[in-house]
């Protein structure tokens, strides 16, 4: 075996309660630009673990956002359709009476225009 992977691990770790860091005390399994490190303090592997997890937290960001900007806009169009209900209760409420007044009319189209003004208009 070579020597450098029976080396101990060159990571400083900080003991439960202690007062400085030690050198950590498990054997090295890889070596990272010469330096040996053991499986919990391969920097290699603690990188792809952060960006694996800095992946995961950008997804969830991402469905936030979307779910955010769902609202939004569901918001605006909203707003957007409130914006003009009075014109268009107004606009329906001319066009029965209109529709109303016209000889031969189905009476049928004038109820139902009145029936939803009625609910356009109730509160
Ligand atoms: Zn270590």
Same mark, same amino acid.
């Given at each position: 075996?070579?020597?450098?992977?029976?080396?101990?691990?060159?990571?400083?770790?900080?003991?439960?309660?202690?007062?400085?860091?030690?050198?950590?005390?498990? $054997?090295? $399994?890889?070596?990272?630009?010469?330096?040996?490190?053991?499986?919990?303090?391969?920097?290699?592997?603690?990188?792809?673990?952060?960006?694996?997890?800095?992946?995961?937290?950008?997804?969830?960001?991402?469905? $936030?956002?979307?779910?955010?900007?769902?609202?939004?806009?569901?918001?605006?169009?909203?707003?957007?359709?409130?914006?003009?209900?009075?014109?268009?209760?107004?606009?329906?409420?001319?066009?029965?009476?209109?529709?109303?007044?016209?000889?031969?009319?189905?009476?049928?189209?004038?109820?139902?225009?009145?029936?939803?003004?009625?609910?356009?208009?109730?509160?």
């Amino acid at each position: 075996m070579s020597g450098k992977n029976e080396a101990q691990c060159c990571a400083r770790v900080w003991p439960m309660g202690a007062m400085r860091s030690s050198q950590c005390l498990h $054997k090295a $399994k890889v070596t990272r630009n010469s330096f040996p490190y053991c499986g919990r303090h391969d920097p290699e592997r603690i990188a792809e673990q952060r960006a694996a997890k800095d992946a995961e937290r950008q997804a969830a960001l991402a469905e $936030k956002n979307a779910r955010w900007d769902a609202a939004k806009a569901a918001n605006a169009e909203q707003a957007r359709r409130a914006a003009c209900f009075d014109q268009l209760v107004d606009a329906l409420h001319d066009l029965t009476a209109l529709y109303h007044s016209t000889p031969g009319h189905d009476p049928t189209f004038v109820d139902k225009g009145r029936a939803a003004l009625a609910r356009a208009r109730a509160k």
